[in-house]
């Protein structure tokens, strides 16, 4: 079947860009001798988790204890949850799910630290921890040393925990556009954690992880880099709010659409706010990329003088957030050329527990 004759409004994966984008980033995480452990949260996707396996993945993270299972069932056997778990039902999920899989969550908390250690006693497993270090995100983690040592103490006396490291995701400065500020900054939250890293050494613990690192600050990384793994997601798939930080990655996902009426200046096509999301910057059309988009649920709008297509024509519109995209479809329609090549199930579509 080739492209046009898909059903649309329909997610579209070029193949071919997308693997490029892998090839780049595993030659620069090579390079600098930094292991890549790919966030699910972009694709929700068993399928991409395993050709990111297959192009060299540590193993994937994922933010839900959902998306974990998923990948659990998939057969993906080293998985961080970047996350706190906290609700009973969740860690108990989670301590079964660390008897099929080599599992590590994130933690802030003393009492979370004595939630998983029960759960996973009753379940017999072994659950590795990151502790969480707030580096100026303000999200979760502690923000002091201190507070990160009490909890790698508490952790260590848990039979079923094992402490593997720290957490520091910078997702503050993702998508900060001025690469001298990225730069600067991402340099500094380095320094802190190798402070924090002799710390935890000095008193007799062994660091073995630092993970954190988006794909906006991932080719900041250099040789002396503190972090051990990159959690970057997007660089798979690119968008519009990424496409303006000029990184090595291009656009491998669009949604298709296709124009439904022209006339007395409109362009409307049947993609709206149910096939692109916009919680970032507004997406664009391929085919008029200096043309704003009017949304509504079911249709977008594009207002010009005049356009060079037709009704029944296909656009392609450039999400401007991947994740949140990818979180409306049922399936990606896997493409090379004007070919599709398979369609292939959204796993963890909708997957927020
Ligand atoms: C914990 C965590 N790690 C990594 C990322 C990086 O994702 P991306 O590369 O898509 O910016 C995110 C993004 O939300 C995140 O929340």
Redesign the pocket.
């Known amino acids: 079947m080739k492209v046009c004759q898909i059903e649309t409004p329909a997610l579209i994966l070029d193949l071919d860009v997308m693997e490029r984008n892998m090839a780049v980033m595993k030659a620069f995480t090579d390079s600098v001798g930094i292991r890549l452990r790919p966030?699910y949260?972009?694709h929700k996707c068993t399928s991409i988790a395993h050709m990111q396996m297959a192009a060299g993945a540590k193993g994937l993270?994922c933010?839900k204890t959902s998306e974990a299972a998923d990948l659990v069932r998939a057969g993906i056997e080293d998985l961080l949850i970047?996350?706190q778990v906290t609700e009973p039902a969740k860690i108990a999920q989670v301590a079964s799910l660390a008897k099929c899989c080599r599992l590590t969550v994130?933690v802030d908390s003393a009492q979370n630290v004595r939630d998983l250690e029960a759960a996973a006693a009753v379940q017999d497993s072994l659950i590795c921890c990151l502790v969480e270090f707030d580096i100026g995100m303000g999200?979760c983690g502690v923000a002091t040393r201190e507070e990160v040592l009490a909890l790698a103490d508490q952790i260590s006396a848990c039979p079923h925990l094992h402490f593997e490291g720290i957490?520091a995701?910078a997702?503050h400065l993702?998508?900060q556009t001025d690469l001298e500020l990225r730069r600067q900054a991402s340099g500094e939250i380095e320094q802190a954690l190798w402070k924090l890293r002799r710390f935890l050494e000095e008193r007799g613990y062994e660091v073995k992880e630092i993970?954190?690192?988006?794909?906006?600050t991932?080719m900041l990384r250099s040789e002396n880099s503190v972090y051990t793994e990159i959690?970057?997601?997007?660089?798979l798939f690119m968008d519009t709010a990424?496409n303006a930080l000029n990184l090595a990655f291009s656009n491998s996902l669009f949604v298709l659409a296709t124009v439904i009426r022209l006339g007395g200046g409109l362009l409307v096509t049947d993609a709206g706010l149910k096939s692109v999301s916009v919680d970032q910057r507004p997406p664009v059309f391929r085919e008029y990329p200096d043309l704003p988009i009017r949304f509504s649920e079911e249709h977008s709008t594009l207002v010009a003088d005049r356009f060079s297509h037709a009704v029944g024509d296909r656009l392609c519109m450039v999400p401007s957030h991947?994740?949140t995209t990818v979180n409306l479809h049922d399936f990606f329609y896997f493409v090379r050329g004007d070919r599709v090549v398979d369609r292939v199930p959204v796993t963890s579509r909708g997957k927020s527990l």
């Open positions: 966030h949260k972009s993270c933010a970047a996350n994130c999200r957490q995701y997702g993702a998508h993970s954190g690192v988006s794909t906006g991932a959690q970057a997601g997007s660089y990424y991947c994740c």
